[in-house]
């Protein structure tokens, strides 16, 4: 996993945090899949949870810094490292509650459902993520910019509309000045 963090770091500035942490849930839901079906018995056991392990942790390893990498949009410099704990604040409680309850469905129903109902779960968030639509990025900036003005900031600017036909506010690059 360290591996692959390292050798993919820029890959959420390439092609994008959304598509990359719907493609990771991807391979993670295909590595519970494989998981699943080895200890269902339809595979051989060791081989099986083997693979399924290695292709789960491929996904794993692309889909938090992707989501990290969502969860700073838009966020102010100064907040970030708030936006950072929160969103790491409710994937380890995910990590911690999910054992429990998969624990409860795996004593009702068999280890392999245990993999099987995580697989879907994780193709869930993966259709969501891979089907919505980007924030365009004009009206973003004319609304963070009209809050800014709100707040009094001089970092505020013209307060146009670009669909108004108003002035477009320059894209913020790096720090505000």
Known sequence: MVGLR???ARLPDQIGAAQLSGTALIVSAAGLLVSGIAVGG???VGAGLLVGTVV???GVAFTFPAIMAMAVVGVPPRERGAVVGTAGLFVDAAFGI???ILGLLASASGYPSTFLVSGGIALVGAVRLLARRPVRPSLFEWWSRD???RR???AAGPRRCPAGGGRRPRRFVGRRT
């Open 6 to 8: 390292i050798v993919g």
């Open 42 to 44: 339809l595979v051989p």
């Open 56 to 58: 789960f942790a491929a």
């Open 98 to 100: 999910s054992p429990a």
């Open 147 to 149: 809050a800014a003005a």
């Open 152 to 154: 009094g900031s001089a």
